[in-house]
């Protein structure tokens, strides 16, 4: 019993003196204002199931460059526009690798990820490679069938349920609608029904899984226990999507050895470039990682197109249906060169994606020690953009809360992230692309989203 004692005692004598040598050295290294941490968990009590809320209201009492102990990892949150900007732009270099969660090391997903990459060789070739092959204006021309096939799809869906009098599951629909975009765009083929509902079901998990709080973020020191077991279900997962990768490339191969002509799709694409891409390596189960990889993100970003809709949707569509009805005239189907001449539809997209963003709080890591705002920022810092904050601020939104598309009209804000009051995703090197459909400044969005107007417009007369 007293040795029990005496082991209590001196575990909390070293948990005070660590914390208190913490705090001094915390007051030496001018870090940003931040709340006072306790022991151990440092300010993750002060924080509840929406981070990104709980980090507004600690940065408004103590300030929008603000830091904290996130258990034992420091973290600094940039909640305005101005310090979002000095972190993204003037600090890009130094402050432009991505802060890992655990569960994206599950499979070494990470060493193949275009969004957890570091910025060096193979993530500025992946980069380059998608701006190509996915976002050139040659190659939206190209794919530019494929898109119409996607909307006529979704309307065709649309009308058979408007016909029946059966409710639309809005985000359900435009979520298949963008899944069979991509893979088309991906393998020039759609996804068989139970492949395509499988890919759906592991993003919706995957994501459910890396959004959650995770012991090993928290704790790096009992990381390679992963106690909550969220890298092994995290690897269960990437394996699931990662078989039905691997079947469209072997499929792939197959045809290539026979003979058979290049479709000059994504995956003919990677396949051609592999070599310049992947590493050297003996070992057959990680001779495609890359490719894994970035139709794996590509997957998962196409999620972001149906939470902007589903979110939309929950909003009146009134002035949406008059100037659809304007613009299209007795056309059956909107057309993509028709989303210019529909400026109040795209400020409807922009204002949903202010208060709905995709991804409220974007991690970073600082590379190196770096100086903002007159404060320093250590290397090895979790440098969180607290992007709903500064979606909702109040120093560059008139009533920020209110749905209002008119704000945009008329204004030059886009997605591109040139103004820092809506930056949605994110901006500088990092910038998230956008969802995987070859189209840019939301015009996917809203594109996929006129179908059920046009649909309403029919039912009303």
Same mark, same amino acid.
């Given at each position: &019993?007293?040795?029990?004692?005496?082991?209590?005692?001196?575990?909390?004598?070293?948990?005070?003196?660590?914390?208190?040598?913490?705090?001094?050295?915390?007051?030496?290294?001018?870090?940003?204002?931040?709340?006072?941490?306790?022991?151990?968990?440092?300010?993750?009590?002060?924080?509840?199931?929406?981070p990104?809320?709980?980090?507004?209201?600690?940065?408004?009492?103590?300030?929008?460059?603000?830091?904290?102990?996130?258990?034992?990892?420091?973290? !600094?949150?940039?909640?305005?526009?101005?310090?979002?900007?000095?972190?993204?732009q003037?600090?890009?270099?130094?402050?432009?690798?991505?802060?890992?969660g655990?569960?994206?090391?599950?499979?070494?997903?990470?060493?193949?990820?275009?969004?957890?990459?570091?910025?060096?060789?193979?993530?500025r070739?992946l980069?380059?490679?998608?701006?190509?092959?996915?976002?050139?204006?040659?190659?939206?021309?190209?794919?530019?069938?494929?898109?119409?096939?996607?909307v006529?799809?979704l309307?065709?869906?649309?009308?058979?349920?408007?016909?029946?009098?059966?409710?639309?599951?809005?985000?359900?629909?435009?979520?298949?609608?963008a899944?069979?975009?991509?893979?088309?765009?991906?393998?020039?083929?759609?996804?068989d029904?139970?492949?395509?509902?499988?890919?759906?079901?592991?993003?919706?998990?995957?994501?459910v899984?890396?959004?959650?709080?995770?012991?090993?973020?928290?704790?790096?020191?009992?990381?390679?226990?992963?106690?909550?077991? !969220?890298r092994?279900?995290?690897?269960?997962?990437?394996?699931?999507?990662?078989?039905i990768?691997?079947?469209?490339?072997?499929?792939?191969?197959?045809s290539?050895?026979?003979?058979?002509?290049?479709?000059?799709?994504l995956?003919?694409?990677?396949?051609d470039?592999?070599?310049?891409?992947?590493?050297?390596?003996?070992?057959?189960?990680r001779?495609?990682?890359?490719?894994?990889?970035?139709?794996?993100?590509?997957?998962?970003?196409?999620?972001?197109t149906s939470?902007?809709?589903?979110?939309?949707?929950?909003y009146?569509?009134?002035?949406?249906?008059?100037?659809?009805?304007? !613009?299209?005239?007795?056309?059956?189907?909107?057309?993509?060169?028709?989303?210019?001449?529909l400026?109040?539809?795209?400020?409807?997209?922009?204002?949903?994606?202010?208060?709905?963003?995709?991804?409220?709080?974007?991690p970073?890591?600082a590379?190196?020690t770096?100086?903002?705002?007159?404060?320093?920022?250590?290397?090895?810092?979790? !440098?969180?953009?607290?992007?709903?904050?500064?979606?909702?601020?109040?120093?560059?939104?008139?009533?920020?809360?209110?749905?209002m598309?008119?704000?945009?009209?008329?204004?030059?804000?886009?997605? &591109?992230?040139?103004d820092?009051?809506?930056?949605?995703?994110?901006?500088?090197?990092?910038?998230?692309?956008w969802?995987?459909?070859?189209?840019?400044?939301?015009?996917?969005?809203?594109?996929?989203?006129?179908?059920?107007?046009?649909?309403?417009?029919?039912?009303?007369?």
């Amino acid at each position: &019993m007293a040795f029990f004692l005496l082991f209590v005692l001196l575990t909390l004598l070293i948990v005070f003196s660590s914390y208190a040598l913490q705090l001094f050295h915390d007051s030496r290294s001018r870090l940003p204002p931040g709340p006072r941490p306790l022991p151990l968990v440092g300010n993750l009590h002060q924080l509840d199931h929406l981070p990104h809320r709980s980090l507004a209201r600690l940065a408004a009492r103590h300030g929008p460059l603000m830091s904290l102990r996130l258990g034992g990892v420091l973290a !600094v949150v940039a909640s305005s526009p101005d310090t979002a900007r000095e972190i993204l732009q003037r600090h890009n270099d130094d402050i432009a690798a991505r802060s890992i969660g655990d569960s994206m090391r599950a499979c070494g997903h990470c060493e193949s990820s275009v969004l957890c990459l570091p910025p060096r060789r193979k993530w500025r070739a992946l980069r380059r490679l998608g701006a190509a092959e996915l976002f050139s204006p040659l190659r939206m021309a190209a794919t530019r069938p494929l898109r119409q096939e996607a909307v006529a799809d979704l309307l065709r869906h649309v009308s058979d349920h408007a016909a029946r009098g059966v409710a639309v599951d809005v985000g359900r629909a435009s979520h298949a609608a963008a899944l069979g975009l991509l893979s088309r765009t991906l393998f020039s083929a759609d996804l068989d029904p139970a492949t395509a509902r499988e890919v759906s079901d592991v993003v919706d998990e995957s994501s459910v899984l890396a959004a959650g709080p995770n012991v090993s973020d928290f704790f790096p020191a009992l990381a390679a226990g992963d106690l909550q077991g !969220v890298r092994r279900r995290m690897a269960r997962l990437a394996w699931r999507m990662y078989a039905i990768i691997d079947e469209q490339i072997e499929r792939r191969i197959r045809s290539r050895a026979a003979g058979e002509a290049h479709q000059n799709d994504l995956l003919d694409v990677m396949l051609d470039k592999e070599g310049e891409l992947e590493e050297e390596s003996t070992d057959d189960m990680r001779r495609h990682d890359t490719i894994r990889g970035l139709f794996t993100d590509l997957f998962t970003g196409g999620e972001t197109t149906s939470h902007t809709i589903d979110s939309l949707s929950s909003y009146s569509m009134r002035k949406v249906q008059e100037e659809l009805k304007s !613009v299209m005239g007795t056309k059956q189907q909107i057309d993509e060169t028709d989303i210019s001449k529909l400026p109040y539809l795209q400020a409807v997209v922009k204002e949903t994606l202010r208060l709905h963003t995709p991804v409220p709080l974007l991690p970073y890591e600082a590379e190196t020690t770096v100086e903002v705002q007159g404060y320093t920022i250590p290397k090895g810092t979790k !440098v969180l953009i607290n992007i709903w904050a500064i979606n909702l601020c109040t120093d560059a939104w008139i009533e920020q809360n209110k749905f209002m598309p008119e704000r945009f009209l008329g204004t030059e804000v886009n997605f &591109m992230a040139r103004d820092f009051q809506f930056i949605p995703f994110g901006s500088g090197r990092r910038i998230l692309p956008w969802p995987a459909t070859g189209i840019p400044n939301g015009a996917f969005d809203a594109w996929l989203v006129a179908p059920s107007v046009q649909m309403d417009i029919a039912r009303r007369g």
